[in-house]
């Protein structure tokens, strides 16, 4: 069974539902979403070709993303989902604010290798963001 990001596109569920979407109209097939662009803050950087679940929390941790078709010796690395600002459902794609110079210079992703704390600290660290593993302990009862 695929994983959910969900349904049919917006336009396709209004054109059956009328003007009341049934469901959450921000959820996608992780299999559709699989294609989307990465549009990078200067330009196209790559597409979407997986994720990184948390088999804990439930949530997507990352998105893998290949550089390979942007350019020569391109390769895959992972963008943390709390980088991307915004999913566009209908050009497919998913913008972040980071640069392609910085992408590319990102730590590979390989996926024969465990993704534990220190890789997902190397890559956070690289990019200069937080972590999530402490912005969700900062964010519980004071």
Request: negative net charge; charged residues 25%; proline residues 5%.
């Amino acid at each position: 069974m695929p994983g959910f990001i969900g349904t049919a596109p917006v336009r396709q569920q209004l054109s059956l539902y009328g003007d009341k979407p049934p469901g959450d109209v921000h959820l996608r097939s992780a299999s559709h979403v699989e294609r989307y662009v990465i549009e990078a803050a200067d330009g196209s950087v790559g597409h979407v070709r997986g994720f990184i679940l948390d088999d804990e929390a439930w949530v997507v941790r990352c998105f893998i993303v290949d550089t390979r078709n942007w350019w020569p010796g391109g390769k895959e690395v992972l963008l943390a989902t709390q980088w991307i600002d915004v999913i566009d459902w209908f050009a497919a794609s998913a913008s972040t604010s980071l640069t392609r110079e910085a992408i590319k210079a990102s730590p590979e992703y390989d996926e024969s290798s465990l993704i534990d704390r220190a890789y997902e600290a190397k890559v956070h660290d690289f990019y200069q963001k937080s972590g999530y593993w402490i912005e969700e302990k900062g964010s519980g009862p004071a």
